[in-house]
């Protein structure tokens, strides 16, 4: 008979089953067809070049908000589960931090979470390809699709060499036609680790969906993974979710005036004006 924490956990592993395959089902109806057609009016190159000046400061801005990060990662099959939830926020001298506002037990059996599996789902799940990064990647355009309202181009990338214990991505990426950012990807991060006696580490596809935040970046906010992973002894299927919410800009470029006129440093320190009242923007949905 199964226990009280054995039922919900078997219930939320259900409940994690049916929104993956609803999300893939309503992502697969609203994904157009791959046209091969070399884009108009800009090439490839000039593309590229532009999506990678844009992740830049896109990597820059993102570095100076808040959010909350939700992960789930679960073994089917044994109804193992690994889940933590942490907020990504800032101390009172401005240095990020992740507060751990959830984690239970793990009752994962047939994986375990490596460092390596922890940082990718910190660091490169929500996959960043900067000017700075370019060079290392063999960049190849495949095509335009449509991905909801925004038309893409479509670029398959792999990096020309695995350098060290270095880790990248290799896969699929689409790129908005008007903002020259990265909408979504597709892919996994490498190389897979296989170490002598038989430890190995592997890692599955996952897809990552990014929205536009404050009306000006697109930031990631789900990803999702549904894959088997080959070990030499067996098969594992795994499942993985996170999620990205709540981003809230850290600190402020608000300009303050005062009948009409800015004020500088100064005139602000010695304040006859009525401290400015602020009202965030929040993520659209």
């Known amino acids: 008979m ?14 994690l089953l049916a929104s993956l ?5 309503r992502v697969h109806a609203q994904e157009g067809p791959l046209e091969t057609a070399q884009p108009k009016g800009i090439t490839p190159e000039e593309i590229i070049k532009k999506f990678a000046d ?34 990504v926020v800032f101390d009172d001298k401005g240095r990020r931090l992740e507060n751990v506002v ?3 037990q793990n009752s994962l059996q047939k994986i375990q979470m490596s460092p390596e599996d922890l940082d990718d789902i910190r660091h490169r799940l929500p996959f960043v390809l900067t000017s700075q990064e370019i060079p290392e990647y063999d960049i190849l355009y495949v095509g335009q699709q449509q991905e909801d309202e925004l038309h893409c181009y479509v670029f398959d990338i792999a990096p ?6 270095k880790r990248y991505f290799q896969g699929r990426i689409w790129v908005d036609d008007r903002d020259f950012q990265i909408v979504k990807t597709y892919g ?7 170490k002598k006696k038989g430890q190995e580490n592997l890692f599955p596809k996952f897809t990552t969906w990014r929205q536009q935040v404050d009306g000006k970046y697109w930031f990631p906010v789900y990803t999702k993974a549904d ?3 080959h070990f030499s002894t067996n098969d594992v299927r795994i499942l993985e979710k996170v999620k990205y919410e709540n981003y809230q800009r850290f600190g402020s470029n608000v300009k303050i005036t005062y009948e009409g006129q800015e004020l500088n440093k100064d005139q602000q320190k010695n304040g006859t004006q009525q401290e400015p009242q602020q009202t965030p923007q929040q993520p659209q949905k």
């Open 2 to 15: 199964l226990s009280i924490n054995s039922f919900r956990q078997r219930a939320y592993l259900i409940l």
């Open 21 to 25: 395959f609803l999300l893939s089902m």
């Open 54 to 87: 844009k992740e830049t400061e896109f990597k820059q801005a993102r570095e100076q908000y808040t959010y909350r990060q939700d992960v789930t990662v679960a073994t089917p099959e044994d109804d193992g589960q690994y889940r933590e939830v942490f907020d």
């Open 102 to 104: 959830f984690a239970p």
């Open 160 to 165: 020309k060499q695995i350098v060290g214990k």
């Open 188 to 194: 996994k991060t490498v190389p897979d680790i296989r």
């Open 227 to 229: 894959d088997t992973l």
